[in-house]
Every structure is written in C-alpha cells, then in structure tokens.
Nanobody, 119 residues
Framework: QVQLVESGGGMVQPGGSLRLSCAAS????????MGWYRQAPGKQRELVASISKDGVINYNEPLKARFTISRDIAKNTMYLQMDNLIPDDTAVYYC?????????????WGQGTQVTVSS
C-alpha cells in the first residue's frame, strides 16, 4: 500500500519559516510527478509547487519567491521550505503523487498537515 506522510506543520508567526516533509512508502521512481497542494478554509485546493520525475519544478507563481520545493531521492522524501510566511498561507498542506510504471494511473494523497500563520 502506497502511503504519503506529511510532517512539519504547526503554528508560526508572520515572517517565520517552516519546512514540510512528505515521506513516501515507496521509491520516488514510481511517481512521474509529486507536488504540494494547500487548502485554506472556504477555498479550493490549490497547487503550491510540483516536481517531476526528471526534476522539472513548477510553482504557483505568487508563491515562488517564498516557497522552495526539493526532494531527497535516497530518503524517498519531498520537502517544502516556506519562508516569510503570511497569514494568507494558513491552510492544510497536502502532499500528492502521480503513479508511474506499475502504479500508472493512480493518484496518491497524504493526510495533510496544518500550517497556521498568526501573531
């Protein structure tokens, strides 16, 4: 069973930083793409950033200056570094992955981790 487990969320003051982690139960080579999404109360889920199997990175443009996606293939873990956080960044952040190879056609989601930016 494929699992994605997020961690690193919490409460931070405006201007602070957090680093989210997404640990996969299988090798990243089984995913053609991985990404971070977020959903704020009363809003639709939106893409934050994604990284393809080949390392191509895509950002939600307004977040690009403050957020950085990365991965450690050896650890099967993806990260989201979030700097200079603002209250509008408050949301549940989800890790997602699209399957490749034997996992082709499947989409996986983590359980989400809450990020709250408040003074």
């Amino acid at each position: 069973q494929v699992q994605l487990v997020e961690s690193g969320g919490g409460m931070v003051q405006p201007g602070g930083s957090l680093r989210l982690s997404c640990a996969a139960s299988i090798s990243h080579s089984n995913f053609y793409i991985m990404g971070w999404y977020r959903q704020a109360p009363g809003k639709q889920r939106e893409l934050v950033a994604s990284i393809s199997k080949d390392g191509v990175i895509n950002y939600n443009e307004p977040l690009k200056a403050r957020f950085t996606i990365s991965r450690d293939i050896a650890k099967n873990t993806m990260y989201l570094q979030m700097d200079n956080l603002i209250p509008d960044d408050t949301a549940v952040y989800y890790c997602s992955a699209g399957g490749a190879g034997r996992y082709r056609g499947r989409e996986y989601w983590g359980q989400g981790t809450q990020v709250t930016v408040s003074s």
